[in-house]
């Protein structure tokens, strides 16, 4: 086990509505990333958070939204949902410091969109 | 556009073999390659990584090879063990950030 969690771990939206998908970080970690993951596909980066303030951003629509907490929790929100957003939304935390680069995933949050 | 490429079809081997698995690069300058093993519903596990200046690393029965010429790297599992069936990742990371590419993934499935 990696030490980071997410829930919900599965979750049934309909179309238009808006969502929040949440992480805790494995301890000392102020870094995470956060993926979509289609069947049968790899993860695709969404965006990273560095200390509360956004670091970087993957080819995803606004609607796309994150948030770190002072704790290194995050949030995953996304608006206006589309069936394509019918994916497993995983978050990675990052250990701080130099020269590390492996990222600790959670179990992921299964997102269904009707 | 960068694009990442594994062997699409899943790789059937026997037990106490050596399974091979590919990941070709285009477009793409990494500074670090890494594995992760997936299984069914669970996130990504990392495994290895190796950096551009490396040739080859080595954790117990895994190996992993990085050609930045040939632009692939090779993965390698000795041994292999039943337990070791799942969905083999590879991912891709740039300088300064800590963004990773990933490929689709090869299924490896051991048999007795």
């Known amino acids: 086990e990696t030490g980071v969690t997410q829930s919900p771990t599965h979750l049934i939206k309909t179309r238009g509505q808006q969502v929040t998908l949440r992480c805790s970080s494995q301890?000392?970690?102020?870094?995470v990333s956060w993926y979509q993951q289609a069947l049968g596909q790899g993860p695709q980066f969404i965006f990273q958070?560095?200390?509360?303030?956004?670091?970087g951003r993957g080819n995803f629509p606004p609607r796309f939204s994150g948030l770190q907490f002072p704790n290194y929790s995050s949030e995953l929100n996304v608006n206006a949902l589309e069936l394509d957003d019918s994916a497993l939304y995983l978050c990675?935390?990052?250990?701080?410091?130099?020269?590390?680069?492996?990222?600790?995933f959670g179990p992921g949050t299964r997102l269904t969109v009707t | 556009s960068q694009k990442i490429e594994q062997n699409s079809e899943a790789l059937n081997i026997q037990e106490g073999k050596t399974a091979t698995l590919t990941c070709n690069y285009t477009?793409?300058?990494?500074?670090?390659l890494q594995w992760y093993r997936q299984d069914p519903g669970r996130g990504p596990v990392f495994l290895l990584l190796?950096?551009?200046?490396?040739k080859e690393k080595r954790k117990e029965r895994l190996k992993v090879t990085f050609d930045t010429t040939l632009k692939q790297s090779l993965f390698h599992i000795t041994a292999s063990q039943p337990a070791d069936s799942a969905t083999y990742l590879c991912?891709?990371?740039?300088?300064?950030?800590?963004?990773?590419?990933f490929g689709t993934g090869t299924r490896l499935q051991v048999f007795p």
């Open positions: 990675a935390s990052i250990p701080g410091g130099a020269d590390t680069h492996e990222q600790y």
């Open positions: 301890s000392g970690h102020n870094t």
């Open positions: 958070y560095y200390r509360e303030e956004e670091n």
């Open positions: 477009n793409y300058s990494p500074a670090y």
């Open positions: 190796i950096r551009e200046n490396e």
């Open positions: 991912a891709l990371e740039s300088y300064n950030t800590d963004k990773l590419i």
